[in-house]
């Protein structure tokens, strides 16, 4: 057999092989992690175009979790809207108040197993979205407010150890997140975390960082990676068999 | 008397006593009321013979009036005269033996049980009683928690002490509702004081009025005495309703013992012949009481019986209690789950999140959050991996779990290939194991010609082919309608519309191809093609499920956006996690009896019921029934019936002795033998052996109280006679009524007298 022989051998099992898988793999389509972007009106509900895709091109090549790569965007009324359990809302500006209907939507959403990420773009303290978005969770939530994500949380340890909270910027040094019935639905990240993630076509980061160096890009998008950890696995992280070597993990990357 | 007699033209002698009835004596209003109609009428009479001048014919005229006027009245008030006859009778002696359980014991130093002493006196004094009998109705009863009439000499036959319970207070309620006024007037009591409802040394309240209120002696003789009384017993086992299987239990055993010196006594666990624990109880003097704690592992589930026994010694009053029989109801801990995830996805975070809320449940998942191709971009110790324990899971723990899930997981290079040997042995041994699709599962995992192919319910063609993508909706073949794991609702109308309203699910493993023994639970039909959906399999004594679907968390999250709830998700898996770890109701056969407990006497109802391989009753199928005395190790009776139409039947059995009960229910389907068994008890009470001993307080304080005597029963001793108040008590042997106005001469004088007055006055020239 010659050379060239084998060579074509060897590409037609490839292509046969990559067929087969390629038709397996395209099975259970909605089990793979899509991040649609919410719709809303007033203000720019997709201030970082590339920000979710290029998440999504991380945590696929960084983990084990299959994606759906292609951008959506979806309004609270749309009837897709439980094909996907992951949403992400972002924005630098006000928007228009939720209608109540749109609220009761949102709600059942989170309370029967939705996720909700939420994510000031303006790189802003207190910002025109920052009151909007306590205005909205305040009405979505009445009896349950935002509240700081503690740093034993198991967002903080889904798949990275993070002791650091960043994002494009550094509004905050904290996560926020609404919590029902023990599990984390809501999270609101104030840092821009969008803004650190997105490239443009070519790779190249979209938006320069302000107050940090790559670290700070680096600690986001880990951050952005562990968030969609927890909406995958929730608080797998905390059971008590993985406890002792995560701590003991945690112990010596602290001490470093 | 006699005059009343000859008018009354009676035989004198007949009667000694007479007394009037009125028949409206009991209208207390009546009699006033007639007073002030009297005094009226004599006034009206009064006045009306103004006109008559002649006092002498006026007051023989007034006296007419009132004497008709009194006779009128003496017939409307209906007067009857009762002729009687009285004569003096006896009064009653109640003689009371108690025939309970504790008359049973025996006294040291002869070894008479208690009753024996009773009989013993009974048959030396019959010249007692008989001279008892010249003045009173001596009347027997055998006495307990229950009163029961005796016959006055047949003692010996009838007194046995069989008593479960010993309760003067009801039995003494009992003699004064027999016992009206006062005819009473005292009783003699056999007994060792042993009342289970009187505190040590005291006499309550209750009792103590109950007994003043006879005014009559009691005489107490005791029965038996404390001194030298020898037992060791257990006298309770306390412990939990239900333990759980493989998880410590403990039980609190009570151990009495009196006149047993100072020993170390073993108390010993057991179940069958297994020791399960053991604990030196140290026995001191002065020391009667002594709780041990026990704890031990119950192995099984269903209805456990464990014995706990201690040494026999030479003396002991009472044998029975040196051993006791207790029951547990084992039930599984919480299912241990294993769950490895080949990847994080929405339908293992669905199902994770629907297990891990159950409090049946007890998970561990692992999720492979990175394969060997990933570039974390970081350092290992940046990371909150921890590399997979296969090792321990699949070796050492592997039996302590009760199912194991591969959830689109593909096992290398996770787990080396011969631990896919031992999950293969450990379902053949009863494990579970459960396959969810994806494109890491069945030969996408690399599994085929593996152990897990074997056990699995679908083979696997070597390449994946006939893949279907698009949407499907799953429902429940009607064959298989009553398959538990389809029963969403209780009512099969209601499950169907359950089905019908879950949302579609989207992409199917390919490529699988059902064993012959599988059963096909759901399958889609694709290009022609049917494809297993949902395929279950026994595997020697486990059981295995293929799900060839990564889509099913749709039946919660999308249904949700459908306006329903994850519910019908939930029952779903609660279902399949119940078929697949043998809960009892999913077997094909069982069996249950009405009750767990049976007193003696009581019959024991068995039912129970078959069904074929897809849950439908299985009609005319013989059956063979058998009953086992667990505490005896004995078979009792094997019996050949056939289920009815409805694939049950019932059998009733009598249980002639105390103790633990088996009962096995036996199908033969396909060479394949189906059982089920069910447990019961016969049980008699106990608590006569609780507090045995002697209670000398309270026989004494009963004989105080009542100005009785208090003796001891001793053999050949004799004893000091009780004696009685004798007070006649009158009663009427005979008598006889004579109505004093339904007669001729009563109404003729009220006539005569009226005819007089109406003539004289004529002749006056009244009106």
Redesign the interface.
Known sequence: MTKRTNFYLTLGLIVVQWA??G???????????AIPQIKYQGGDYKPRPQAVESLLIQTA??????VKREFLELSLAS?D???Y?FLYLAGAAAFDPFSSEELKILR??LS???FLLIDDASAEVHSEFDRSVREMISQLFPHNPLQKIPKDHSIF?????IDEVTGRARVNPFLEGVSLKG?TALVYSANDLGGAWARDKLGHWKYDLIGGGQRQR?LAI?LGINIA?Y???????K?M??LP??LE?LR??HS? | MKLLLALLGLPPGEYNDWEIHWALSEAGWLFPAMGVFFLLALWFFWTSLARVTSPLKKGFLFSLRILAFALLIFVLLQPSLEMKQKSAAKNAVAVLLDDSLSMSIKTLPAGKRRFDLVREALDQNPEYFARLKENYRVEFYLVSDQLRPAQSGGMTGAFKPLGVDTDFGGVLKKIQERYPEDSLRGMILFSDGADLTQLPNSLSPDLEELVTGFQAPIHTFQAGNNEGFKDLGIERAELADFGFVFQPASVTVTLVASSMGEKNVPLVLKEGNKILASKIVEIRPGQTRYQVEMAFTPEAVGKRIYRLSVPLFAGESIESNNAREFQLQVVRDRLRILHLNGRPSWDTRFLREVLINNPKVDLLSFFILRTLSDDVAATTGELSLIPFPSNLLFTDYLYSFDLIIFHNFKYAPFIDKKYLLNIKRYVENGGAFLMVGGDLSFQNGGYRNTPIEDILPVRFKSTPDGIYQGKFQLLPPDRYANHPLFRLEKDSDASRRAWRSLPVLNGLNGGLIPKKRAQVLAAHSASGKPLPVLAAMKSGKGRTFAVATDSLWNWNFRSVGQGGSGRYYQKFWSNLLAWLTDDPATRLIQIETDKEQYSSGEKVLIQFKVLKEDYNPDPDRPVKLSIRSISKKQDLLSEDLKTDAEGEGSFEFHPAEDGFYSVKIEAERDEEILSSQAEFRRFSQTLEFERPLINAYLLKKLAEKTGGLYQVLKTGEDWKEPTFPRRERFADARSKTIGLSDNWWAYGLIVGFLFVDWWLRRRAGLS
């Open positions: 087969a898988s038709a397996v793999w395209a099975m259970g389509e909605y089990s793979r992690l090549k960084r983990t084990s979790v299959e009837k809207l439980y094909r359990p059942r959403y029967y197993g939705g340890r889904s798949f990275y150890l599990r680096k880990r950890m909406a995958l696995t929730l608080d797998y992280k059971d068999v993985h070597i995560i993990r010596r990357y470093q």
